[in-house]
């Protein structure tokens, strides 16, 4: 179920962006900064919900090849973000820094 969810709340956050939605950050293009929605409880809903369902499919078979793709998953998120929230801060100045201020990261 948890798989679920997270693949579901993803899909509803990438929604939710609407034309801001990107794979990868695209230097040239400036989008609003979205914070209504699933994120004004979480600056990454999307990826909250990767990890979510990466997770549940743990929970699921909980084994050492699952328990590696989680980690991996996790630690690639992580990076991803820490590069994607600097270009945001870089591209939407005080507005995120303030967004920042207001919304944690992930919950």
């Known amino acids: 179920a948890l798989s679920a969810i997270g693949l579901l709340w993803t ?3 990438q929604l939710q962006m ?10 040239t293009s400036k989008t609003p900064l ?7 409880y979480s600056r990454n809903p999307i990826y909250l919900g990767l990890i979510g369902a990466f997770l549940g ?3 699921l078979a909980p084994n050492a090849l699952s328990l590696c ?3 991996i998953m996790y630690s690639s998120i992580a990076l991803k ?6 270009f945001l801060r870089q591209t939407h100045g005080t507005q995120f820094l303030q967004y920042a201020s207001q919304v944690r990261r992930w919950l």
């Not at 609407?18 to 950050?25: E, L, M, V």
């Not at 973000?81 to 600097?86: L, N």
């Open 69 to 71: 793709f989680l980690a």
């Open 57 to 59: 499919f743990f929970l």
């Open 34 to 40: 979205i914070t209504g929605g699933l994120y004004r």
């Open 81 to 86: 973000v820490r590069f994607e929230e600097e």
């Open 18 to 27: 609407k034309d801001s939605w990107r794979i990868g950050i695209e230097p």
């Open 11 to 13: 899909f509803v956050a």
